[in-house]
């Protein structure tokens, strides 16, 4: 007899991981194969991801400035400095490298996984991998890891025409974080009892999506306040239609580095 194939893709995602599968069925006369074969095509890093990254290691070189130029500096000067902090020199070590080695200010985004067969960025892996938390990124069922696809450091240092991320542009990126920073603040705040406590069985996760749907709504939508005309004239937006992975500029900076940074608590 002879023997029919025929081939069924579809996308398939889980909690543990979000990969291509191939389903591959065979038929004969006398009985039916069926054959699942996950291929291991990890996603690639979000673009709201990779922005937040970026804003949380602007923020850290801008910390590098203030360090330096304690007696204040020209504006010119200062983007030096940020640029040589993000991308490195021979005298500068790179945040970024930091970030990827789970070092530095931002140790605490990461918590370590078991290795994943066929996963992207494996063989860049010794004994673990190092998972972003999902309380950074919202999507519960989304893993995203070091080494993964859009999660390395050419992809962070690189704007999509390939060029390198621009002194300017990190210098006004660590200026709207502090500035919205601010406003996050502010609702953080609200929340806050007399002596500056969480209420009892408040988790941290339940504070930030306060916090981002208290900006969503004054941001009317945007990841910074608009202003001038085109905020006036931008439609009011409500709390409850907030998309889940949607972030103002600085949201993860805040979560890490907040008046409650992450590593105080427990998920």
Known sequence: MGISRHWIFRQHCNPMTASNVIKHVATTANDRLEVVIAIGLTMSLPDYLLQELRNVLALHCREKCVEEYAEGEKEDAQQELCYKAFHGTDACASVVDLMLSANGPCFTAFEQVDIEVNRAGNEKCEEFMLELKDILHCSPNARHCIHDPGFTRDAICKLKNDQPVSDRLLYEKALQ???NYKHALKYYNEHMDANGNSPSSTKL????????????????GCRNKPTGKSG???ASVEAENMPVKCFFNGFMAFALFGPRPLSFFTR
């Open 205 to 220: 996760k339940d504070i930030l999506d306060c916090v981002r749907k208290r900006i969503y709504v004054e941001f009317k």
């Open 232 to 234: 006036r004239n931008r």
């Open 177 to 179: 974080v502090i500035a």
